[in-house]
């Protein structure tokens, strides 16, 4: 089981499994400012399952702060990839005007 989020690549998903966004929190926690952790640690505390939407505003204030912690030099390339990868759908929501839906 995982989170698929909207607005991936090419009219799909991002898609990770519960473990891997544990982990991809963990390395955003690790390389972004608390202010900047806190602005987006909502989307990865909570229940493992619990489907949620964030409004295009807040979608693109995360894309921002996702983009800044995928370019950090502390954020391993592996790591980097997925958190650009996951600013991109946040981005493609909220240049769209659509919430940003997490299942």
Same mark, same amino acid.
């Given at each position: 089981?995982? *989170?698929?989020?909207? #607005? +991936? ?5 991002? !898609? !990770? ?8 929190? !963990?390395?955003?926690? #690790?390389?972004?400012? %608390?202010?900047?952790? /806190?602005?987006? !640690?909502?989307?990865?505390?909570? =229940?493992? +399952?619990?489907?949620?939407?964030? =409004? =295009?505003?807040?979608?693109? /204030?995360?894309?921002?702060?996702? #983009? ?7 954020? =391993?390339?592996? *790591?980097?990839?997925?958190? #650009?990868?996951? %600013?991109?759908?946040?981005? /493609?929501?909220? +240049? ?5 839906? *997490?299942?």
């Amino acid at each position: 089981m995982g *989170w698929n989020v909207s #607005h +991936g690549a090419e009219g799909g998903q991002f !898609r !990770r499994s519960y473990g891997s966004m544990d982990n991809l929190a !963990r390395q955003l926690a #690790h390389v972004l400012s %608390a202010a900047d952790w /806190r602005s987006v !640690r909502y989307l990865f505390d909570r =229940p493992s +399952g619990e489907p949620f939407t964030v =409004p =295009p505003g807040d979608a693109g /204030r995360a894309a921002e702060v996702l #983009h800044r912690a995928s370019a950090h030099r502390l954020m =391993p390339d592996d *790591w980097a990839a997925a958190v #650009h990868e996951l %600013a991109e759908t946040a981005d /493609r929501a909220a +240049g769209a005007g659509e919430p940003w839906a *997490w299942t």
